[in-house]
């Protein structure tokens, strides 16, 4: 039985094949429609979500399955203080696999030491969120038509945001991709991450504070949002929140088949304006999310379609 922590936890060619099958689904929903009939995925979420949670379920249903879950430890056993691992051993007798979002780094881990159903995790605090990076990655495949020989700009919070940790990982397993990170010194990219992934590997890098700087250099543009929840105090939070505005001006340095890609939930850092560029492709990540997370619950409860 396999877990999902890592976006590294699939080899690249057990990647390629992941995205392959999201592109059939892409292409043949039909095909897939009755995939997991009489299947049950829990959604244990521990921390607000809108789009991973929604996501989910949605992808569960497109495949004929079931769901059912919490969306917040409020409104769970945790309220009662029960810990992970008794929840994970009681969802394992009801469900068949089950996705995980906690606050807590390595949460969803202490879980999949326990469980007999596949657990998946949904994002856990400032460290990793595999299932968004797989999204990314469909995204960038699907609309770049490649995975290597990219220059990335990633923008904003470097430092907490999840989703910069976990694709950095994951791109830096392909051939000539550049990262240039784009953030104030306060929320610069985790020195972890430099030395254990970048640097161990000699894949090249800088760190910017100017977006005006780079932009005409980039195939590819992620935004992120400040990250409100896990900053210590208010005060800083407000004088970084709005450290960067992507508008139109800003686009037309860009190259004219750049995307622009954000995780989302999106505050003030790009301007909806940007959202009728036709580089603008948060949205159609959005969109890919379902494909990749259909693909994924597939792959991990072991289910072939012919
Ligand atoms: C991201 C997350 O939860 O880390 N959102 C998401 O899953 N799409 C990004 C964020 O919250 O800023």
Do not use: W
């Amino acid at each position: 039985m396999r877990h999902l922590m890592s976006p590294l936890d699939f080899s690249v060619e057990e990647l390629d094949r992941l995205l392959d099958l999201a592109n059939d689904i892409e292409k043949y929903p039909e095909k897939y429609a009755h995939a997991c009939d009489g299947k049950k995925l829990a959604t244990l979420f521990y921390e607000p979500s809108t789009r991973t949670r929604l996501s989910f379920e949605a992808a569960m249903m497109n495949l004929g399955g079931n769901i059912f879950g919490f969306s917040s430890a409020a409104s769970s056993s945790a309220a009662k203080g029960e810990s992970v691992s008794d929840t994970i051993r009681m969802v394992s007798c009801y469900a068949d696999i089950c996705a995980m979002r906690h606050p807590k780094e390595g949460a969803p881990m202490v879980a999949s030491a326990v469980s007999s159903i596949p657990v998946i995790n949904a994002g856990d605090g400032g460290h990793q969120h595999p299932t968004q990076t797989l999204t990314d990655l469909l995204t960038i495949r699907s609309l770049k038509g490649r995975l290597d020989h990219l220059v990335i700009g990633l923008c904003g919070d470097l430092k907490f945001g999840r989703t910069v940790h976990s694709l950095v990982r994951a791109l830096a397993r392909y051939e000539h991709v550049t990262f240039v990170f784009i953030s104030p010194e306060e929320l610069k990219v985790p020195e972890y991450i430099k030395e254990d992934v970048l640097d161990a590997e000699n894949i090249p890098y800088k760190e910017v504070e100017r977006i005006e700087d780079v932009m005409p250099e980039l195939d590819i543009l992620y935004m992120t949002r400040v990250q409100r929840e896990r900053f210590f105090n208010e005060e800083d939070y407000i004088r970084l929140k709005d450290f960067y505005i992507l508008n139109n001006k800003k686009m037309k340095l860009a190259k004219e088949d750049m995307i622009v890609m954000h995780p989302l939930p999106r505050v003030n850092e790009i301007s909806v304006e940007v959202d009728k560029d036709p580089r603008a492709a948060y949205f159609r990540q959005v969109q890919y999310g379902v494909y990749v997370r259909m693909a994924l619950i597939l792959t991990l409860l072991e289910v072939n379609v012919c």
